[in-house]
């Protein structure tokens, strides 16, 4: 086994290192100026969609364009966004901060390539649902099915680790100072997620559509007050943010000091892993949405990574950095809560993040399970979506115990290398985009 661990942190160096980071935000960069700064000129079009608003007309799918976009939120928004970005800040010094921002505002355009493109070649599996992602623009519009199918099964194995069992020991290690055993949580958290997951992608999206906007508008209160509180240092942290992103930062305290390199690597590591822009996760959960054309439905995309990154990441970056607490030697969600425990009266800080990192790993793990099945359905079709249900479930468990360092090791590489062959899949596709994009536009302009 060790050989195995030593081999995949080898891989692991590499898939998560400089070359894959420059590789994604180059496409992000490639990608918004390919679209004309889709993000940009298109930003209020996507929140009429959001909101109801886009006078769309029917089309093929099976949920609705919120609930597709909400349970994408599920499995994004997660304990990433409270643990992930504090580490980032802890590691890099707050210039990793910028550079998250601007990977989010690139992000932005990727996220609606990728689920466009998506939709333009989604295919409906043998019970009649319609699936879509880079395997079926692979096999369909490349002629690659053997890279669709390298994706799909980077995608069905990494799914159980970094969106089951990870996101289960995670909610278990929050909850048991409070006296619950994580064999407890571990029966508790397989039992809810039995009952939404086993219902399939309409119930998924039904319980995301409620659990999402609920949980988040929780966190960023909480976030909002600490901010408000602190609202005098507000000017000195962005100040502080933007000198550090380019001249680094010293040691200071328990900060150990950052070069210019380690936050500009930190940040848009951090960016890139918690909106998941480019490695084709969303698309699959987009691809069964109703809607009238790929476009369209894409603009929802440029919602999402606005959400997770430009908002929810911006936040806690925001209550680390305004309460002085990013230089105190502490790292990860201990950071995190501190700085809400001294922005919110009582224990009500430690409490919120307590309850957003049980709500956020909950999402991911119900989100994530239908990206899981999608690869295992183009694998192995539509008849063995119970039997990988019946698992995901069981993982949860075995997750919440501990145990299988190994598992979600190997997961977080699997996890990278999704990014390969979605890229092929998108880049490949700019030109059908731009088409794509210029008849929509051009009526729904």
């Given at each position: 086994m060790n050989w195995l661990l030593d081999f995949n942190s080898s891989v692991n160096s590499v898939v998560w290192g400089t070359p894959m980071i420059v590789i994604l935000i180059g496409s992000g960069v490639f990608l918004t100026i390919a679209t004309k700064g889709v993000q940009f000129r298109r930003f209020s079009f996507a929140i009429r969609q959001v909101l109801g608003r886009g006078g769309a007309e029917g089309g093929d799918g099976t949920v609705a364009p919120f609930k597709a976009l909400a349970t994408s939120l599920s499995a994004t928004v997660g304990v990433g966004n409270i643990a992930?970005?504090?580490?980032?800040?802890?590691?890099?010094?707050?210039?990793?901060?910028?550079?998250?921002?601007?990977?989010?505002?690139?992000?932005?355009?990727?996220?609606?390539?990728?689920?466009?493109?998506?939709?333009?070649?989604?295919?409906?599996?043998?019970?009649?649902?319609?699936?879509?992602?880079?395997?079926?623009?692979?096999?369909?519009?490349?002629?690659?099915?053997?890279?669709g199918v390298l994706f799909a099964i980077f995608c069905a194995l990494a799914a159980f680790g970094i969106g089951n069992m990870t996101q289960a020991n995670t909610v278990a290690t929050v909850l048991a100072p409070y006296g619950i055993p994580k064999w407890v949580t571990g029966l508790g958290l397989a039992a809810v997620t039995a009952l939404v997951v086993l219902g399939g992608i309409r119930r998924i999206a039904d319980v995301a559509a409620v659990l999402v906007p609920f949980m988040c508008a929780v966190y960023v209160a909480g976030a909002v007050f600490v901010l408000l509180t602190h609202l005098s240092a507000l000017p000195g942290a962005i100040e502080l943010v933007l000198r550090s992103a380019f001249t680094g930062h010293a040691a200071l305290g328990g900060f150990v000091g950052a070069s210019v390199r380690s936050a500009m690597q930190t940040g848009i590591a951090r960016g890139l892993f918690s909106s998941e822009a480019g490695l084709g996760s969303a698309p699959m959960v987009h691809a069964a949405a109703v809607t009238d054309h790929p476009v369209r439905q894409g603009t929802f995309g440029i919602f999402g990574v606005f959400v997770d990154t430009i908002v929810v990441c911006m936040l806690t970056a925001g209550t680390v950095i305004s309460t002085g607490l990013w230089s105190s030697g502490m790292t990860g969600a201990e950071l995190t809560s501190r700085a809400f425990a001294q922005g919110l009266p009582g224990e009500w800080g430690g409490q919120i993040v307590t309850i957003s990192v049980a709500l956020f790993g909950f999402s991911t793990i119900i989100g994530w399970s239908y990206y899981g099945e999608t690869g295992f359905t183009y694998l192995f079709g539509a008849r063995t979506n119970l039997a990988y249900r019946v698992a995901w479930v069981g993982a949860v468990f075995v997750g919440a115990v501990g145990g299988l360092e190994a598992v979600w090791s190997i997961s977080d590489t699997l996890n990278a290398l999704m990014a390969v062959p979605n890229l092929v899949a998108v880049l490949g596709s700019v030109g059908l985009l731009r088409r794509r994009m210029s008849e929509f536009f051009r009526l729904h302009g």
């Open positions: 992930g970005v504090s580490i980032a800040i802890a590691t890099g010094g707050p210039g990793a901060v910028f550079w998250m921002f601007v990977t989010g505002v690139v992000g932005m355009a990727t996220k609606f390539a990728e689920i466009a493109v998506a939709l333009e070649y989604r295919q409906k599996d043998e019970s009649g649902s319609p699936r879509g992602g880079a395997m079926y623009v692979l096999s369909k519009g490349f002629r690659l099915p053997w890279l």
